[in-house]
């Protein structure tokens, strides 16, 4: 059984089910950095991303993310992408939730995988290397670990 949340996420939680509509289910992982969790909207099955780390570096990877889904709906890439539903462009994002089942748990294989799951990725890779959406779709993400870099006022 999970632990139950700190009041502060949810308290924070309660507001985006007030302000969005949606619907929130089960906690599908937490981190210190960001909260996910299913849920629904319109009887759809979505996942929300919850920001609780408040420094600049993990808002600015949001706000990436953000307009990385918002180029998909113009430009879809030739694979499966969630589609974005909400974003606050702070610390909230709702997308689609897909079908299926992750690769694994840990952000890196703690064991080999399946043939047939490799040979998905790699055609999932192939064709993502073969689109091509106009230039400049997909700025770089202007983040930066250096915290002297955020003081540092710029050249005139």
């Not at 996942?47 to 600049?56: F, K, M, N, Q, S």
Request: hydrophobic fraction near 40%; charge should be positive.
């Amino acid at each position: 059984m999970p632990a139950p949340l700190p009041s502060p996420i949810r308290d924070r939680l309660a507001a985006v089910e007030r302000e969005t509509g949606v619907v929130l289910g089960e906690v599908i992982r937490q981190t210190d950095k960001t909260l996910l969790a299913g849920g629904e909207l319109d009887h759809r099955p979505v996942v929300v991303r919850l920001l609780l780390d408040g420094d600049e570096y993990w808002r600015q990877k949001l706000a990436h993310e953000v307009a990385v889904y918002r180029a998909f709906t113009t430009y879809p890439p030739p694979v499966r992408v969630p589609h974005l539903v909400f974003a606050d462009d702070t610390s909230v994002l709702i997308l689609s939730r897909l079908d299926g089942q992750p690769l694994g748990e840990e952000r890196y294989a703690v064991g080999p995988l399946a043939p047939r799951k490799v040979d998905a990725v790699l055609a999932a890779v192939r064709a993502l290397n073969a689109w091509r959406p106009p230039p400049r779709t997909f700025g770089p993400c202007s983040t930066t670990r250096n915290a002297s870099s955020a003081t540092t006022p710029a050249a005139s």
